[in-house]
């Protein structure tokens, strides 16, 4: 727990996120979740509720979301 950098990779992309933010911690889970978006997507606005690090909306965006709104509280 700190303020370094952590790297993670995902789906064969590398992301820079704080060690304080938020991102998924579940090995396992992360590429299922990461894959999600490429089967759910065709186009239009997405709303990410849990945005975390952003993984996801990234993911969304490439998929060829127009816009991707992220939202993160804690």
Same mark, same amino acid.
């Given at each position: 727990?700190?303020?370094?950098?952590?790297?993670?990779?995902?789906?064969?992309?590398?992301?820079?996120?704080?060690?304080?933010?938020?991102? =998924? =911690?579940?090995?396992?889970?992360?590429?299922?979740?990461?894959?999600?978006?490429?089967?759910?997507?065709?186009?239009?606005?997405?709303?990410?509720l849990y945005g975390g690090a952003g993984i996801h909306a990234y993911r969304f965006l490439e998929r060829g979301?127009?816009?991707?709104?992220?939202?993160?509280?804690?």
């Amino acid at each position: 727990y700190g303020t370094d950098i952590i790297h993670i990779m995902v789906g064969g992309d590398t992301f820079a996120v704080s060690g304080l933010g938020f991102y =998924q =911690q579940n090995r396992f889970l992360r590429e299922t979740l990461y894959a999600l978006p490429s089967t759910l997507l065709s186009g239009g606005r997405v709303l990410d509720l849990y945005g975390g690090a952003g993984i996801h909306a990234y993911r969304f965006l490439e998929r060829g979301a127009e816009e991707v709104f992220v939202v993160e509280a804690n």
